[in-house]
């Protein structure tokens, strides 16, 4: 009896499967790809991003509901390399900061309408925030004051499980809230500082969001040419602070003095 009811209902369960999954892949074509693909586009054309994801971009919903009209959630997965998962807590924070900015200038300058993105008639599409994805590990940024437009009202969290708030490390000034709002509001053209035409009187004006940028563009460059870098930014960063501690080393460009530092030390490569 069991047998001959199985064979009865087989049939309609897997007709229901298939009317499932077509309803999710023709759902998705919905999609407006040309608007994902300006996202994702736009995120790899800032080399201080761009360094550190290691694989395609991917868009992933993850929730719906109907109403008036159908509205649906979608999140940004980031394939990141081992280089982002040595940052400290503040600098994976405040890449994931730059992430988000660009997702909103995009939608500001190239996207009209409601949606971040179309997506069919009568629905609403909605970026939700990013995943940043290494190996096990997933770190998610998603905005929780929707009604205050301050970049730093967001939260990071490491496997669902909430690593950094900025409202609660006031106290450390790289975290500070009204401290992030003031200094990092030229944050776009810190992230573009270069070691170009810079030497050690140069360096020594710059500020830390600058000279992690200044360094972390330089390796990045480097990588591009075929050099092997073994060493985080911040490695660089202390050895240049030693080499230009000698007033007698201010004139020497930082391209060089990274140079020496990379060749003395057999961290820079080819």
């Known amino acids: 009896m069991k047998k001959e009811f199985l064979k009865l209902i087989l049939p309609f369960l897997f007709v229901l499967i298939v009317v499932f999954i077509g309803y999710e892949v023709f759902d998705y074509?919905?999609?407006?790809?040309?608007?994902?693909?300006?996202?994702?586009?736009?995120?790899?054309?800032d080399s201080g991003i761009n360094k550190y994801?290691?694989?395609?971009?991917?868009?992933?919903?993850?929730?719906?509901y109907s109403g008036i009209v159908t509205v649906k959630k979608y999140v940004f997965n980031i394939p990141v390399n081992s280089n982002f998962v040595d940052l400290s807590k503040d600098e994976k924070y405040y890449i994931m900061i730059d992430v988000i900015k660009i997702?909103?200038?995009?939608?500001?300058?190239s996207i009209p309408g409601t949606s971040d993105f179309e997506c069919g008639s009568n629905k609403n599409?909605?970026?939700?925030?990013?995943?940043f994805v290494h190996k096990n590990d997933t770190y998610s940024m998603m905005e929780y004051?929707?009604?205050?437009?301050s970049f730093y009202h967001y939260q990071m969290e490491v496997n669902s499980k909430v690593m950094y708030r900025p409202e609660k490390e006031n106290e450390k000034i790289s975290a500070?809230?009204?401290?992030?709002?003031?200094?990092?509001?030229?944050?776009?053209?810190?992230?573009?500082?270069t070691v170009d035409n810079k030497d050690g009187n140069d360096w020594l004006s710059l500020n830390d969001n600058e000279k992690f940028h200044a360094v972390s563009n330089a390796l990045y460059n480097?990588?591009?040419e075929g050099y092997i870098i073994t060493q985080s930014e911040y490695y660089y960063i202390d050895?240049?602070?030693?080499?230009?501690?000698?007033s007698s080393t201010t004139s020497t460009s930082i391209s060089m003095a990274l140079a020496l530092i990379g060749e003395m030390s057999g961290t820079i490569t080819r």
């Open 176 to 193: 500070s809230s009204d401290e992030y709002s003031e200094k990092n509001s030229n944050t776009d053209n810190e992230t573009e500082t």
């Open 145 to 149: 004051d929707n009604e205050n437009d």
């Open 103 to 109: 997702l909103k200038k995009t939608k500001d300058k």
């Open 53 to 64: 994801i290691d694989g395609d971009i991917e868009l992933e919903k993850i929730d719906s």
């Open 222 to 224: 480097l990588e591009q």
């Open 239 to 246: 050895a240049l602070e030693e080499f230009y501690s000698d």
């Open 29 to 45: 074509s919905l999609v407006n790809e040309k608007d994902v693909q300006l996202y994702k586009d736009n995120i790899k054309s």
């Open 125 to 131: 599409c909605y970026l939700e925030g990013i995943n």
